[in-house]
């Protein structure tokens, strides 16, 4: 992706105050295109990858939110938001998906958002202020079939995130958590895996999603603007999580009906 400003980013907002942000995975997909939304507001950004973006940051390595850290203390001496967006694509029927990709998706999804709230969260706390952005999935909310690891990392995210919530809000820290449905990215470049057959289902429904990045780049401002939790920046997530919510039966049984779509296609 090319991080240009999509046409329909926000637009920069007069008498906007300059926010100073970190994105974490800013090189491509959505972090790239939340990074130029941002700028687009005329915020600044520091955008991290672990190339082809303003600073290196493996967010698995301490060694590298360490130096993330110190420029950012460098550059602003603050922190205004931090967006870790950083993520990989994986998953696997719980008997085809081994511990080695259990142990390589939680490391990344999970471990590396925890990485980058505890490296933050004392400069947040001394500031009295500031928002963190967890980029999770629908996945967090929703558990299709074959998707075990995928759903259990991105659970754990959006708990993580409305843990911080309580947590900081005495300290006037805000928390949101992001949950986009399929959408065109190139996240599933980085899909790893045994299972095959869930593999080309889910890289079948995010190549036909009509959702691009800049869509949900735009919506996740939008509800940063309204003070949103949780971020459901899609239709899809929306009537998703409200199935769940308001008829049981009905959203096991299409969880449930993919599940044998799985079988089917084995």
């Known amino acids: 992706m090319s991080g240009r400003v999509p046409e329909d980013a926000p637009e920069r907002v007069e008498g906007h105050t300059t926010r100073r942000v970190l994105v974490t995975g800013a090189a491509s997909g ?16 520091l955008a991290t ?10 967010v698995t390595t301490d060694d590298d939110w360490v130096a993330a850290l110190a420029a950012v203390e460098e550059r602003w001496g603050g922190l205004d938001i931090l ?18 990709e259990w142990e390589w998706i939680t490391g990344i ?22 928002q963190i952005v967890n980029v999770a999935s629908l996945a967090g909310l929703v558990h299709p079939a074959g998707m075990a690891s995928y759903n259990a990392v991105k659970a754990g995210v959006v708990a993580l995130t409305e843990t911080l ?21 190139n996240l599933m470049d980085s899909l790893r895996g045994a299972d095959e057959a869930l593999g080309g289902l889910v890289t079948q429904l995010v190549e036909t ?19 949103d939790e949780i971020i459901l920046p899609d239709p ?3 009537a998703a999580w409200q199935l769940k919510q308001t008829d049981r039966a009905a959203y096991d049984a299409q969880m449930r009906r993919q599940g044998e779509r799985l079988d089917r296609l084995t």
């Open 83 to 100: 967006v870790n967006n950083a993520g990989v694509a994986g998953g696997g029927r719980i008997d085809v998906a081994g511990l080695d």
């Open 165 to 185: 919530g309580h947590e900081l809000a005495p300290y006037d820290v805000r928390a949101s958590v992001v949950c986009p449905s399929y959408f065109r990215t």
């Open 30 to 45: 959505l972090g790239a295109a939340l990074t130029a939304a941002f700028r687009a507001r005329g915020d600044e950004v």
């Open 236 to 238: 899809a997530a929306k």
């Open 109 to 130: 999804n999970l471990f590396g958002v925890v990485r980058g709230c505890r490296t933050f969260v004392p400069m947040l706390k001394r500031q009295r202020s500031g």
């Open 209 to 227: 999603s009509p959702f691009t990045a800049e869509d949900i780049a735009a919506a996740v401002l939008a509800g940063l603007d309204a003070g």
């Open 49 to 58: 990858d672990l190339a082809g973006a303003d600073l290196r940051l493996d």
